[in-house]
């Protein structure tokens, strides 16, 4: 019960932006939203996070829903090293952080 | 290194054998959360300790599992008459969960199991 929804598998072209979404309707107003990315016989790494304002980093942006129940991960230029496993995860009170299936994001040339 | 340490990478062991993952997370962390990952899955929640205590051990399978972080720094994850089932990577990650902290989980490299 990974408490989050996201698309199986999504397609970028190279260089162009990319927008990850995922629901999370369930969502508490102390979860947080979490973003991680495993990239090939990886161990997941960390994106991004975000608990109610939007949030912008070196590695992407976080768009979250003025309901909180949904938010959206931008790629502004999409490389062919971002083609990795991104998950979408909520932290809650507990310090709990359980994973979903994921977006499966391919780049293309 | 200051990253999350996992050994052994790769353990092969048989059937009903007992095996010993062991973790050693970032300095100072004050979280550490076990996960087991079959191919084309999401990492599966296992256990996730605060200090020494286990404060979620609610996704261990059955009892063949158990983990332990005696000093509230290395932790073992211990899986006893193994079955084949077992065979998956196993990811340990370390959190910083004080004030200040962003909670953000830093993951190491994984464990590779097969039971054959």
């Known amino acids: 019960d990974a408490k989050t929804t996201q698309p199986n598998s999504m397609e970028s072209n190279e260089e162009e932006p990319v927008h990850l979404p995922c629901n999370h309707s369930t969502i508490s107003g102390t979860d947080y939203i979490h973003w991680y990315r495993q990239l090939p016989s990886q161990g997941p790494e960390y994106v991004i996070h975000?608990?109610?304002s939007n949030v912008n980093n070196r590695m992407a942006s976080l768009a979250i829903a003025e309901d909180r129940k949904s938010s959206t991960l931008i790629l502004h230029r999409a490389t062919l090293r971002d083609a990795a496993v991104y998950y979408c995860?909520?932290?809650?009170?507990?310090?709990?952080?359980?994973f979903g299936a994921g977006t499966r994001l391919t780049v293309k040339p | 290194g200051a990253g999350v340490s996992q050994t052994p990478s790769n353990k092969v062991t048989e059937k009903g054998k007992y095996v010993e993952l062991r973790c050693d997370p970032i300095s100072g962390h004050t979280a550490l959360y076990w996960y087991r990952q079959s191919l084309g899955q999401g990492p599966e929640f296992l256990i996730y300790f605060q200090g020494t205590g286990a404060a979620d051990d609610s996704g261990l399978p059955n009892d063949r599992f158990f983990a332990v972080r005696p000093e509230g720094s290395v932790s073992t994850l211990k899986i006893q008459r193994t079955e084949r089932g077992d065979s998956a990577v196993y990811l340990c990650?370390?959190?910083?969960?004080?004030?200040?902290?962003?909670?953000?989980?830093?993951f190491g490299e994984g464990s590779r199991l097969t039971v054959l």
């Open positions: 990650a370390s959190s910083f969960l004080g004030r200040g902290g962003t909670g953000e989980l830093f």
């Open positions: 995860i909520l932290r809650v009170l507990n310090n709990d952080m359980r």
């Open positions: 975000g608990l109610t």
